[in-house]
């Protein structure tokens, strides 16, 4: 079953995100005193007492359009309302009653869905109920006097808000695959977020930075649910300041973490920058499972050869990522958009599959028996005695030697193509860990257990 929605809306800086920080138990919504910091939609799970959630942060509503966000901020808190059961209306306790929430009141009328009024900022328990008192002439209902950054008053606050909330029972084991979409700013990851959701979840501008939170968007696609992760563009670190997109860069960081694959967004146009090899890097060093999106097809001039001689451009850069699928869409004209989930999920699978040790001990005698590990100048060569999976997500597979220095990295290169071959790991990383007879035999408890080579 679906989980109810609960949208937290109001005007710029009242405190929104750090009451879905507090109601959500975790600090993934960006907290900056600056107007505008949330822009598009941003979901967390939530609960309370016997009810489960999912919160929906919104940006700041106000209705001076002079700037280009504004009315695209106000569409997304909109959308928000429409798949919710209930909002929460927040204002500031310590600013008092404005026009601009005068504004937002009368707007809310029109969206037809039932409000609690939670007054944020009320620290003091004393004066809480003193400075709700003159939000009784908004004609929203009782005020609650919350403190979102100290917790006070959001017990009182959930416990109205829930009545509107059905009790969820059918619980089912979570198989969501978890998808961050990552590259530098303006390669279209937004664009691509709603292509993939068949609707405008996050806003789509030229202008760089647009995206400052990372945004979780839930579809389903037969008996399968992801976890779409949109982010900010990352950009070089020297370039960043202490602020907002700092804020957002880390998020960013936090959505790899927190993935089973990543869409590694690159603009077809620009080609593989060195920031994007970075990227590359810290996808890698995470161990997340990866598809290369060559986005920005459809402004390329093309014939028959030009993909193949694209893709040789792009695997050349990225020849550390050679496991990689790479697909060439465009975003915006959703060309080949429908093909992205099927590589979710090939990749998702290999990167959580396990292999007996039976099978793995098949693969590395196959290999050996093909090509012997090298033999040094002293005649002396490498022997491997077995391997087992160490664990998944990525894969891990511990190779037991009598001495690691005697494999090549050439060598271990083939050991790993050779596991990619025979068990069919696709769009994922693979860790070997080559172990030494010392570190085997300290870990049976004796130094002296070794077995002669």
């Avoid at 079953?1 to 960006?30: E, H």
């Avoid at 009024?117 to 328990?125: F, I, R, T, W, Y």
């Avoid at 006070?152 to 509107?164: A, H, R």
């Avoid at 693969?363 to 087992?388: C, D, F, L, M, N």
């Amino acid at each position: 079953m679906k989980l109810p929605i609960i949208a937290v809306i109001g005007r710029p800086n009242v405190g929104k995100s750090t009451l879905v920080n507090r109601i959500a138990g975790d600090q993934q919504a960006i907290v900056h005193d600056e107007p505008g910091i949330t822009r598009d939609r941003t979901y967390r799970p939530g609960f309370w007492q016997d009810r489960t959630f999912q919160i929906v942060d919104t940006g700041g509503i106000v209705f001076d359009d002079r700037e280009e966000f504004i009315p695209l901020i106000r569409e997304q808190a909109a959308i928000a309302l429409a798949e919710a059961a209930v909002g929460i209306f927040v204002v500031d306790g310590q600013a008092g009653l404005s026009a601009a929430d005068q504004e937002i009141v009368e707007w809310l009328r029109q969206q037809n869905v039932p409000i609690v009024l939670a007054v944020n900022k009320c620290e003091s328990l004393g004066q809480g109920y003193a400075q709700a008192a003159e939000f009784w002439e908004l004609g929203m209902g009782e005020p609650f006097p919350i403190s979102a950054i100290h917790g006070s008053g959001t017990g009182d606050l959930l416990d109205k808000v829930i009545e509107y909330l059905p009790v969820i029972t059918d619980v089912e084991e979570d198989t969501t695959i978890n998808v961050a979409i990552i590259g530098r700013p303006n390669v279209g990851k937004s664009s691509l977020l709603n292509a993939l959701t068949g609707e405008q979840r996050a806003i789509v501008s030229p202008i760089s930075g647009t995206t400052r939170d990372a945004i979780d968007t839930i579809i389903k696609r037969n008996d399968q649910q992801y976890r779409l992760i949109d982010t900010a563009g990352i950009r070089r670190k020297k370039n960043v300041d202490y602020g907002a997109e700092f804020f957002s860069i880390n998020r960013a960081f936090k959505a790899i973490r927190r993935s089973d694959v990543v869409l590694f967004v690159i603009d077809v146009i620009d080609g593989v920058t060195e920031q994007d090899l970075k990227l590359a890097g810290r996808i890698i060093d995470e161990g997340r499972a990866v598809i290369i999106i060559a986005n920005k097809w459809d402004a390329i001039e093309k014939d028959t050869y030009t993909i193949n001689q694209y893709r040789k451009e792009l695997q050349a850069r990225l020849f550390f990522m050679e496991w990689a699928e790479m697909l060439f869409i465009s975003a915006q004209t959703g060309q080949r958009v429908n093909k992205i989930l099927d590589l979710v999920d090939k990749a998702a699978e290999s990167h959580r599959r396990r292999v007996s040790t039976a099978v793995i001990n098949e693969v590395i005698q196959e290999a050996v028996s093909w090509h012997s590990p090298p033999t040094s100048r002293q005649g002396k060569q490498g022997r491997i005695y077995y391997g087992t999976q160490v664990r998944s997500q990525p894969p891990t597979i511990s190779l037991f030697v009598n001495d690691p220095k005697r494999f090549s990295d050439s060598y271990r290169r083939y050991i790993e193509k050779q596991f990619r071959q025979d068990l069919g790991f696709h769009g994922t990383p693979i860790k070997l860990v080559w172990r030494g007879k010392r570190v085997r035999d300290a870990e049976r408890g004796s130094p002296n257990r070794a077995t002669k080579v």
